[in-house]
């Protein structure tokens, strides 16, 4: 069966970084694109970045562009998003999905909190 497992998340300083991780199983990875979505306290799911298939293509929310990086390691079945200058506004609770317009598939979520 599908399973998506985040973690790396924690507890940063403003200014920060953290480095999510998503393993993934159950499917021919190489084959889909992956996204990351978040979701912060009272507040609805927001949509993140996406990464293609074979990596060439990614998107950001404007809100996080130039301070995030999506990227996948097709070998390890892994994706990852590297988070840099961490605003308080970042907390969240960060999901992994499989698919990018139309995600499927959900992981469990890695919290993100971002606190002096």
């Known amino acids: 069966q599908v399973q998506l497992v985040e973690s790396g998340g924690g507890l940063a300083q403003p200014g920060g970084s953290l480095r999510l991780s998503c393993a993934a199983s159950?499917?021919?990875?190489?084959?889909?694109?992956m996204s990351w979505a978040r979701q912060a306290p009272g507040k609805g799911l927001e949509w993140v970045s996406n990464?293609?298939?074979?990596?060439?293509?990614?998107r950001y929310v404007d809100s996080v562009k130039g301070r995030f990086t999506i990227s996948r390691d097709n070998a390890k079945n892994t994706v990852y998003l590297q988070m840099n200058s961490l605003k308080p506004e970042d907390t969240a609770l960060y999901y992994c999905?499989?698919?990018?317009?139309?995600?499927?598939?959900w992981g469990q979520g890695t919290q993100v909190t971002v606190s002096s």
């Open positions: 999905a499989r698919g990018a317009r139309f995600p499927d598939y």
């Open positions: 159950g499917f021919t990875f190489s084959r889909h694109a």
């Open positions: 990464i293609y298939s074979d990596g060439s293509d990614t």
